[in-house]
């Protein structure tokens, strides 16, 4: 790679700053590693003994894929808001429908992080300070029955909530301050908050809390007809078991593509891009394998099958006592886990704040989000994060939002690694300051089908109707690009897109790919329906 230095201009016009390095946009994206405590509850109790492997499996192909993320995102060092926007200028020329289905799907799977995590964090709160049976931790004033979506879903307010919110608006006034103040505050967070993560990933090792039956038989959950969690088989059902699993687990240990979020705010974006995708990658690959192999290890089968477990509430002192805490040291542990969920709150908010501020830039969201404060920081963007997110915060199942927002995590993901592709053909003349091997590029696109798989078989088994609401949600985007498009903007896009999609006066690029990319979603759009077909045999 070629060290290209840039300089940090006034932000007099209120545009983002070139202020950081990629060790800055390390400690930002060091909130990714938290992402466990999400869903290692949910895998656990859906996939049983094979929980590591799911863990260890999915962190690899999140690896893998981040090379052509890398490659990308180095095409365009002035831009922000990552892979999603990278990619879509690779599909805007092929139609402009498709480009920003890839932007909107990537913001609404990380932006339930924020609601998600502040829930978790709240619960984590509640529970240690009032019994689980108080009326703190009991009541609540439903605001509307969602049944007819998902059993037993509902819109409601409780201590989760008002909580939750408090902890919400602190991550946006520590936010405010731009992307450099964040991410020192967020060095402090992570040097303190991440140590509980790698001592439950390395002490259960060393101290023989790890047995090794807790891992047998190695096989998938199935149910028997009391409904009761027993031990399967690799049968078909085992295998649909292992697609739902990767399905929810590919939301954590591919977060760490946000890296490239940054790629505008980086003083030198050729070198600072790929360190921090490489060197982020590379810490989340230690800690989706320590953490869950240490927590099968300890808790066994049984263990994990608890229902505090599944919801997530009570992962947090589970952990605690791996490590032989004591009362006040669990006080402190849960603690600590909390900092560390806020610290994943703030990865989040900043990276799909900045998806939501490059998306408006480029034409293909509202204009309003275009706007940044004079710290440099998109409010707009993350004042409408925040409003998404109190209505996530309100629904009554965080398994069910990280599911279906799971679902266009899914779409994303795979409209960039063919975006990979699609840019070496049709930009091949430009400079790759990273350049992935054709290998790895090659396997990328390959894993994007993979994933469909996971998402037609697996996504219902986390409720029926997880897949057609994923969809229709991803579908939301038309409308909005409708009217950015052809109310606001006349059937133009603004003239700095226009230069990156090569439909100005410049050389160097033109739809050489031909029918390829739109193959390529055709054979996208019949894996999902053969496989979602197939996962009901």
């Known amino acids: 790679m070629t060290d290209i230095p840039m300089s940090v201009p006034l932000n007099r ?73 990278y990619g879509a200028i690779a599909w805007v020329r092929y139609s402009k429908l498709l480009a920003p289905i890839s932007v909107w799907c990537n913001w609404f799977a990380w932006s339930p992080v924020l609601a998600i995590g502040v829930s978790l964090g709240a619960g984590y709160i509640l529970g240690l300070v009032f019994p689980a049976d108080s009326v703190v931790n009991t009541w609540q004033i439903t605001l509307l029955d969602l049944g007819w979506l998902r059993s037993g ?70 149910h028997d ?101 004591g009362g006040v040291m669990t006080n402190g542990i849960v603690a600590m886990l909390v900092c560390t969920l806020l610290l994943s709150i703030m990865t989040a908010m900043a990276g799909s704040s900045r998806t939501l501020y490059q998306g408006a830039a480029d034409g293909w969201l509202p204009r309003y989000l275009d706007h940044v404060n004079e710290h440099g920081a998109p409010t707009r963007a993350m004042w409408t994060d925040l409003g998404f997110n109190l209505i996530l915060l309100l629904l009554s199942d965080i398994v069910f939002i990280l599911a279906a927002s799971n679902v266009g995590y899914i779409i994303f993901i795979f409209m960039n690694l063919n975006a990979g592709w699609i840019h070496r053909i049709d930009r091949k003349s430009w400079a790759r300051p990273f350049r992935a091997p054709n290998w790895l590029l090659a396997a990328g696109t390959f894993l994007g089908y993979v994933n469909l798989v996971f998402l037609g078989m697996g996504a219902d088994i986390w409720g029926e109707g997880t897949l057609v609401t994923g969809l229709f949600f991803a579908s939301l985007i038309l409308p909005v690009f409708v009217f950015r498009h052809y109310v606001q903007d006349k059937g133009h896009f603004p003239a700095a897109m226009k230069e990156d999609m090569h439909l100005g006066h410049e050389e160097g690029g033109d739809t050489k790919a031909g029918m390829l990319p739109y193959l390529a979603l055709a054979g996208g759009v019949a894996v999902v329906a053969i496989s979602h077909w197939l996962a009901t045999l």
């Not at 919110?165 to 520590?174: E, G, Y």
């Open 13 to 85: 016009d209120h545009r983002l700053i070139r202020s950081l390095t990629w060790v800055d946009a390390f400690w930002v994206t060091s909130g990714v590693p938290a992402l466990v405590l999400f869903t290692i509850g949910p895998i656990a109790a859906t996939a049983g003994n094979i929980s590591v492997a799911i863990w260890t499996a999915s962190i690899v192909m999140g690896f893998i894929q981040a090379f052509t993320y890398g490659e990308i995102a180095s095409l365009f060092p002035h831009k922000s808001g990552g892979a999603s926007v």
């Open 153 to 222: 879903l509902t819109l409601r307010i409780n201590s989760t909530f008002l909580l939750g919110l408090v902890l919400m608006l602190l991550v946006f006034a520590i936010q405010h301050r731009g992307i450099l103040s964040t991410a020192k505050l967020q060095k402090i967070f992570a040097v303190s908050s991440l140590l509980p993560l790698v001592l439950i990933g390395v002490v259960p090792l060393f101290t023989g809390d790890v047995v090794s039956s807790n891992f047998t038989p190695f096989v998938p959950l199935t």
């Open 225 to 325: 007809a009391a409904g009761n969690a027993v031990n399967g088989a690799w049968n078909w059902q085992g295998v649909v078991v292992v697609a739902g699993s990767m399905l929810m687990a590919a939301w954590s240990t591919y977060g760490f593509e946000t890296a490239v979020c940054y790629t505008r705010e980086f003083k030198n974006p050729a070198a600072d891009t790929f360190k921090a995708l490489l060197y982020s990658g590379l810490f989340c690959l230690a800690i989706f394998i320590l953490v869950p192999l240490a927590f099968q290890g300890a808790l066994g089968l049984a263990g994990m099958l608890a229902p505090d477990i599944y919801s997530g509430m009570g992962v947090a002192k589970a952990m605690a006592a791996m490590v032989h805490a």
